[in-house]
């Protein structure tokens, strides 16, 4: 079982940045590729960015090539999401994710593990 805890949210205006941190326990974590989401209001749930269970590989939606990056650090059993040149289309309340594979994925029912999610909110 892997239990995740996103933190790092908050308030930013537009152009600013944001890191959000994914939490990880459970055994399983070291061999789980990871997910980021997003839901803003009235859309649905949906894809971000994901990396492999060995941080080589990422997957991100066109919309955040470039100014997104996600990494993981496996010492410490923590995913992270770097945002950039934020903008208000990405305030949402953002979902970190494990699925019970090592390749990542954009497709969000091939996860199995969720956050209870954190608000970012850009301003203009």
């Known amino acids: 079982q892997v239990q995740l805890v996103e933190s790092g949210g908050g308030l930013v205006q537009a152009g600013g940045s944001l890191r959000l941190s994914c939490a990880a326990s459970?055994?399983?974590?070291?061999?789980?590729?990871m997910g980021w989401f997003r839901h803003a209001p009235g859309q649905e749930r949906e894809f971000v960015a994901a990396i492999s269970w060995t941080g080589g590989g990422t997957v991100y939606t066109d919309s955040v090539k470039g100014r997104f990056s996600i990494s993981r650090d496996k010492a410490r059993n923590t995913v992270y999401l770097q945002m950039n040149s934020l903008t208000p289309v990405d305030t949402a309340v953002y979902y970190c994710?494990?699925?019970?594979?090592?390749?990542?994925?954009?497709?969000?029912?091939?996860?199995?593990?969720w956050g209870k999610g954190n608000q970012i909110t850009v301003t203009s």
């Open positions: 994710a494990a699925r019970r594979f090592r390749y990542a994925s954009a497709h969000l029912s091939r996860y199995n593990h």
């Open positions: 459970g055994r399983t974590f070291s061999s789980s590729a």
